[in-house]
Protein backbone atom coordinates (compact mmCIF):
# COMPACT_ATOMS: atom_id res chain seq x y z
CA UNK A 1 0.00 0.00 0.00
CA UNK A 2 2.67 2.42 0.68
CA UNK A 3 4.46 1.79 -2.65
CA UNK A 4 1.46 2.58 -4.43
CA UNK A 5 1.35 6.23 -3.48
CA UNK A 6 5.00 6.99 -4.05
CA UNK A 7 4.58 5.41 -7.84
CA UNK A 8 1.48 7.76 -8.60
CA UNK A 9 3.02 11.11 -9.53
CA UNK A 10 5.41 8.99 -12.38
CA UNK A 11 2.45 7.02 -13.23
CA UNK A 12 0.50 10.52 -13.69
CA UNK A 13 3.04 11.99 -15.50
CA UNK A 14 3.32 9.56 -18.08
CA UNK A 15 0.20 9.33 -18.54
CA UNK A 16 0.30 13.49 -19.66
CA UNK A 17 3.68 12.69 -21.36
CA UNK A 18 1.61 10.38 -23.63
CA UNK A 19 -1.44 12.70 -24.07
CA UNK A 20 0.93 15.77 -24.81
CA UNK A 21 3.18 14.11 -27.15
CA UNK A 22 0.24 12.91 -29.37
CA UNK A 23 -0.84 16.61 -30.46
CA UNK A 24 3.26 17.49 -30.65
CA UNK A 25 3.47 16.84 -34.29
CA UNK A 26 1.31 19.52 -35.90
CA UNK A 27 3.55 22.08 -33.44
CA UNK A 28 6.74 20.49 -33.81
CA UNK A 29 10.47 21.67 -35.33
CA UNK A 30 9.50 19.83 -38.66
CA UNK A 31 7.66 22.19 -41.03
CA UNK A 32 6.57 19.20 -43.18
CA UNK A 33 5.81 16.61 -40.36
CA UNK A 34 3.38 19.18 -39.61
CA UNK A 35 1.80 19.27 -42.75
CA UNK A 36 0.57 15.19 -41.86
CA UNK A 37 -0.88 15.68 -38.50
CA UNK A 38 -4.92 15.60 -38.58
CA UNK A 39 -4.78 19.38 -36.18
CA UNK A 40 -4.49 22.39 -37.08
CA UNK A 41 -0.48 24.34 -35.98
CA UNK A 42 -0.59 27.53 -34.98
CA UNK A 43 3.40 27.57 -35.42
CA UNK A 44 3.13 26.87 -39.01
CA UNK A 45 -0.03 28.87 -40.40
CA UNK A 46 -0.48 30.70 -43.72
CA UNK A 47 2.29 33.52 -42.75
CA UNK A 48 5.04 30.76 -42.50
CA UNK A 49 4.35 29.03 -45.61
CA UNK A 50 3.60 32.33 -47.76
CA UNK A 51 7.12 33.38 -46.43
CA UNK A 52 8.88 29.82 -47.88
CA UNK A 53 7.34 30.34 -50.95
CA UNK A 54 8.69 33.85 -51.40
CA UNK A 55 11.93 32.48 -50.65
CA UNK A 56 11.64 29.56 -52.51
CA UNK A 57 13.16 27.19 -50.29
CA UNK A 58 12.94 23.38 -50.05
CA UNK A 59 10.82 23.38 -47.31
CA UNK A 60 8.21 24.70 -49.48
CA UNK A 61 8.94 22.45 -52.09
CA UNK A 62 8.56 19.29 -50.12
CA UNK A 63 5.66 20.30 -48.42
CA UNK A 64 3.76 21.72 -51.67
CA UNK A 65 4.66 17.78 -53.30
CA UNK A 66 3.36 16.72 -50.41
CA UNK A 67 0.04 18.39 -49.93
CA UNK A 68 -0.24 17.87 -53.86
CA UNK A 69 -2.81 14.79 -54.19
CA UNK A 70 -3.58 15.39 -50.41
CA UNK A 71 -7.13 16.42 -49.43
CA UNK A 72 -7.38 19.40 -47.09
CA UNK A 73 -10.15 17.25 -44.98
CA UNK A 74 -7.76 14.64 -43.96
CA UNK A 75 -4.73 16.70 -43.98
CA UNK A 76 -5.94 20.63 -42.91
CA UNK A 77 -2.38 21.60 -42.53
CA UNK A 78 -1.87 21.19 -46.46
CA UNK A 79 -4.71 24.45 -46.54
CA UNK A 80 -2.02 26.41 -45.57
CA UNK A 81 0.09 25.33 -48.78
CA UNK A 82 -2.68 26.25 -51.46
CA UNK A 83 -3.26 29.73 -50.17
CA UNK A 84 0.34 30.60 -50.15
CA UNK A 85 0.19 29.02 -53.63
CA UNK A 86 -2.43 31.60 -54.73
CA UNK A 87 -1.43 34.63 -52.59
CA UNK A 88 1.85 34.68 -55.18
CA UNK A 89 0.77 32.85 -58.08
CA UNK A 90 -3.61 32.89 -58.04
CA UNK A 91 -5.35 31.15 -60.13
CA UNK A 92 -6.38 32.75 -63.52
CA UNK A 93 -9.65 34.20 -63.75
CA UNK A 94 -12.58 32.76 -65.55
CA UNK A 95 -12.62 33.73 -69.38
CA UNK A 96 -15.82 35.77 -70.29
CA UNK A 97 -17.05 34.80 -73.60
CA UNK A 98 -19.94 37.30 -75.33
CA UNK A 99 -23.02 35.53 -76.74
CA UNK A 100 -22.41 36.97 -80.11
CA UNK A 101 -18.64 35.35 -79.97
CA UNK A 102 -20.35 31.89 -79.73
CA UNK A 103 -22.19 32.54 -82.76
CA UNK A 104 -19.14 33.30 -84.50
CA UNK A 105 -17.12 31.69 -87.29
CA UNK A 106 -13.97 32.17 -84.91
CA UNK A 107 -15.18 30.18 -82.04
CA UNK A 108 -15.77 27.42 -84.09
CA UNK A 109 -12.48 27.45 -85.28
CA UNK A 110 -11.02 27.03 -81.89
CA UNK A 111 -13.49 24.75 -80.75
CA UNK A 112 -15.20 26.36 -78.13
CA UNK A 113 -19.15 25.82 -79.83
CA UNK A 114 -19.91 22.25 -80.50
Not at 82 to 96: K, N, S, T, V
Request: glycine share 8%; hydrophobic share 40%; with cysteine.
Amino acid sequence: MSRTPRLLPYLLGGVFALCACRHAPADGFDPVGSLASSQISSRYDLAFWAAEQRAGSMVWLRGQTYCRKRSEKTYPNCTWIRLAGWIEAPPPPPQIVSPSFLNSDLAERKGLVP
